[in-house]
């Protein structure tokens, strides 16, 4: 038995929370909370287990942050949300679209909050997602600097994964569709590409510095130096000191490929992660390769894999997991769960061995955290 | 006064008021006015540079403005659009 776990969940139509019992078996839907709007991202702050925050908007209007204080019983609107500076007369502005990612920032610093944006931007707020000011040397630094290698996917270009270094609050990576992946060790005053290793074979030069399309970028919370990387071109891994991405989707079946949105960490083990392959081929279907949809795990850091699909369809089952879409609670055993483009919940409570549909009918889910 | 009709995807900011005087002598100062009574309105219909967002629409006395400087009078009605955006 373990501590109840509650699913947060971001959909193209609002957000819906599922409360579990202790035995992660039982779950109760309360929701929807902002039906209509689009929220693609709903993450707990794990520093005060209180405090969550929604990025959200809807069809007609502009993007904005939602914030609840008391574990999504009740909400209020960021006073100042991510917003880039008014330029003057006659220069080009940039205009947030959409608050794409949030994460909680380091242990050291409550109330510190990271937002990425599309178009490319990254923001932060220092108290607690009420108010958010452009992180400067990301906006007006590295941006400007790389925007010419910058274009955007189906829903616009994004910053997203910015991971604190629990071992250092200065210490800072990002992701960029389509742009590579960063690194600051000044608190995001500068920034410098680390993307050795990754290939990019949508593009004419695979020796780029950056241009990639990291899809999710994972930091290992127990072990800082490890990190793990579901790209657009595969699975790697990186272990730093080292800045050379080691593309670990190779050992990955070959009839399944390399190619999904979101990796997922073991939180106390840093050789285990999963992935959820997606079909990658030709036009890029976005779906479940042969519409057999399974998670694929390693325990060796990525030097084999295995197939985990035990309750899951075994066919016809059209549907593929977004980048935010896919989390581990931190009980023992792991729980895991993801949530899927055609509106359900799949949990398994035993570290993926078995799974279980535990919600049907959702709208589009962009994303699934656990608290 | 100017009589501003509100659309239901902002009903959270006015409360449900479908319909609100306040006062304005252009299209910006009225935002401000608005913005000053319901918080967090503004950024949502109107971007961080000032332009009016793509699905959102101002009408003056039922004419489109397009710009904020648009001049208002006592006695204007000003209708909030907000236009088809998709499924």
Known sequence: MTAPVTLLVGTRKGAFIYRGDAARKAWQLDGPHFLGNIVNHLVPDPRDGRTWLMAAKTGHLGPTVFRSQDAGRTWSEATQPPAFRKVDEGEEGRAVESVFWLSPGHASEPGVWYAGTSPVGMFRSEDGGATWKEVAGFNDGLYPEIRHAIFPGPNGAQAHSIRVDPADARHLYVGISIGGVFESTDAGGTWKPLNRGVDADFLPDPDLEYGHDPHTVALHPGNPQRLYQQNHCGIYRLDRPASKWIRIGRNMPKEIGDIGFPIVLHPRDPDCAWVFPMDGTEVWPRTSPDGHPAVYRTRDAGESWERQDHGMPKQHAWWTVKRQAMCADDANPLGLYFGTTSGEIWASADEGRNWNRIAEHLPHIYSIAAA | ?87
């Not at chain 2, 995807?9 to 006015?14: A, E, G, K, N, V």
């Not at chain 2, 400087?69 to 659009?81: F, Q």
């Open chain 2, 1 to 87: 006064m100017i009589r501003v009709l509100i659309p239901s995807p902002l009903f959270s900011y006015t409360g449900g008021q479908k319909q609100i005087e306040a006062e304005g002598d252009s299209l910006e100062a009225l935002l401000s006015v608005l913005d000053a009574r319901f918080p967090g309105m503004r950024h949502r219909i109107v971007d961080e540079q000032d332009r009016i967002r793509p699905h959102i629409r101002f009408f003056v006395n039922g004419k489109m403005a397009q710009r904020l400087d648009r001049r208002l009078l006592a006695g204007d009605e000003v209708m909030i659009v907000a236009a088809l955006s998709g499924g």
